[in-house]
């Protein structure tokens, strides 16, 4: 089984601080995290998820509110600063919503559970004159796994963001996009393909994968000291994107079960020079 370093020692954490674990909703520090309900009219809501009757939720099913990226920087180039504020909303009242439950022992019921809520994951800005940048519109994720705040990588004046999205699979093989904001719209700058164990894991809760992907078992945390371990996790991971210079940069991929670096020319982004790092 693919186990992240830290998880054996959360693990060992959690089963001296048990009992006084509260699987309730948590709030993170550090990085800011949006519980607030957000009013339908200010998110890309599509017409292809009518309102449905989700079914009565098992009563010991405890909801886990989940973690909601927010991040700085001058995403349109106006030599201002805006946030972008994750969004995990529900397809049936259109409001913000839970993305886990504690005490489910299956992950496949996790997911139904999720499914059946036709979730809308995408993320806004605190500038209403950029628009949304739509992460999920199918239903089909948990919200995001990562986000982050790149830089200006191309030299146009502009801060790139990467994203992760946490999809309702059983596959443990990801892609890794780095988004621009141009011409009024987002659009993908580059992408690679990645895996998610090699993510840090959120506040709240955290994986396990094996060799074909997540494993059944999601664990679950509402404890303090164990979500200030998993952000601190979260604020020292650099990411897989490393600037070398204006319109070049360093990624770590996935290439045939290989993990790779590769350095990137931007402006030629199908020519890149790889090296094998294990």
């Given at each position: 089984m693919f186990m992240k370093p830290h998880v054996v020692t959360l693990l060992f954490i959690i089963s001296l601080l048990f009992s006084c674990n509260n699987p309730g909703q948590k709030k993170a520090t550090g990085i800011a995290v949006s519980t607030k309900d957000t009013p339908a009219q200010s998110i890309l809501l599509t017409k292809n998820h009518p309102p449905d009757t989700l079914k009565k939720v098992h009563k010991n099913y405890t909801p886990v509110f989940g973690y909601r990226f927010i991040i700085t920087g001058d995403f349109d180039g106006d030599g201002k600063k805006e946030k972008l504020v994750e969004h995990y909303i529900s397809g049936i009242d259109?409001?913000?919503?839970?993305?886990?439950?504690?005490?489910?022992?299956?992950?496949?019921?996790?997911?139904?559970?999720?499914?059946?809520?036709?979730?809308?994951?995408?993320?806004?800005?605190?500038?209403?004159?950029?628009?949304?940048?739509?992460?999920?519109?199918?239903?089909?994720?948990?919200?995001?796994?990562?986000l982050k705040n790149e830089g200006d990588l191309n030299g146009d004046g502009t801060d790139e963001v990467s994203y992760v999205v946490d999809w309702t699979d059983w596959s443990s093989?990801?892609?890794?996009?780095?988004?621009?904001?141009?011409?009024?719209?987002?659009?993908?700058?580059?992408?690679?393909?990645m895996w998610d164990w090699q993510l840090p894991d959120l506040p709240e809760v955290?994986?396990?994968?094996?060799?074909?992907?997540?494993?059944?078992?999601?664990?679950?945390?509402?404890?303090?000291?164990?979500?200030?371990?998993?952000?601190?996790?979260?604020?020292?991971?650099?990411?897989?994107?490393?600037k070398i210079k204006t319109n070049k940069i360093q990624i770590i991929f996935d290439n045939n079960a290989d993990m790779e670096t590769a350095i990137v020319d931007l402006r030629h982004p199908k020519h890149r020079k790889t090296i094998r790092i294990n």
């Open positions: 259109y409001r913000e919503t839970n993305k886990f439950y504690d005490s489910v022992s299956d992950y496949g019921d996790l997911v139904d559970l999720a499914h059946k809520k036709h979730p809308l994951s995408l993320v806004t800005c605190t500038n209403k004159s950029i628009h949304d940048l739509l992460i999920d519109d199918n239903g089909i994720s948990f919200g995001l796994s990562y093989l990801n892609t890794w996009y780095i988004m621009t904001y141009r011409d009024r719209q987002w659009k993908v700058l580059y992408s690679f393909e955290f994986n396990q994968y094996g060799y074909f992907g997540r494993e059944n078992k999601i664990m679950y945390t509402g404890n303090d000291t164990i979500n200030g371990f998993l952000e601190k996790d979260l604020h020292d991971f650099k990411g897989l994107v490393k």
